[in-house]
């Protein structure tokens, strides 16, 4: 990850959890996901000139991250929550983060209730798109997201995979 992640860093776009360890392996917050999505959707000036107003309950106005999460939420790349939060704390679960880059990516207007879950309509687009890296492991065009956190590298490991149907993964 070496010098991927020093690319990155200089660019401002990520840190590390020190100013020599980067933790691959630990959760991405979704704090942490909206300035990753500010900086690679070319905002990041405007955010971090811009005081706006929070329009989540639990993004306080001093929250390192506000001005990231208003911008990537107003470009509709990012949701609160039914009881008006954001949790900017939160680790981005894997069906989140599949949802939130399909919506970066341009791919709007997913029907989030006509499934079994929020995310069955990420998944279904996933595989008209055919960039669904999780693909093989489903049957009957039936997947479980893996429940847990994202991590900042997002790679699915085996050890998540089992037994392929009603299974999480």
Do not use: C
């Not at 980067?22 to 999505?37: C, D, Q, S």
């Not at 997947?143 to 299974?167: C, F, Q, T, W, Y």
């Amino acid at each position: 990850y070496e010098g991927v992640v020093d690319r990155i860093a200089a660019l401002g776009v990520i840190n590390g959890i020190s100013e020599k360890t980067f933790a691959p392996n630990k959760g991405l917050t979704r704090a942490e996901f909206a300035k990753i999505i500010t900086y690679t959707k070319g905002m990041q000036k405007f955010a971090d000139e811009a005081n706006l107003p929070s329009k989540f309950k639990d993004v306080k106005k001093d929250h390192w991250a506000k001005d990231y999460i208003m911008v990537a939420a107003d470009m509709g790349f990012l949701k609160g929550y039914e009881d008006g939060t954001f949790r900017p704390e939160q680790e981005v679960t894997y069906a989140e983060f599949i949802a939130i880059t399909l919506r970066v990516l341009g791919y709007v207007n997913i029907d989030e209730t006509s499934g079994s879950t929020w995310y069955s309509g990420y998944i279904k687009r996933m595989f008209e798109i055919d960039t669904n890296l999780l693909k093989q492991y489903a049957a009957d065009d039936v997947i479980l997201m893996h429940p847990g956190p994202a991590n900042r590298n997002i790679e699915v490991s085996s050890e998540l995979l089992d037994n392929r149907v009603g299974k999480t993964i």
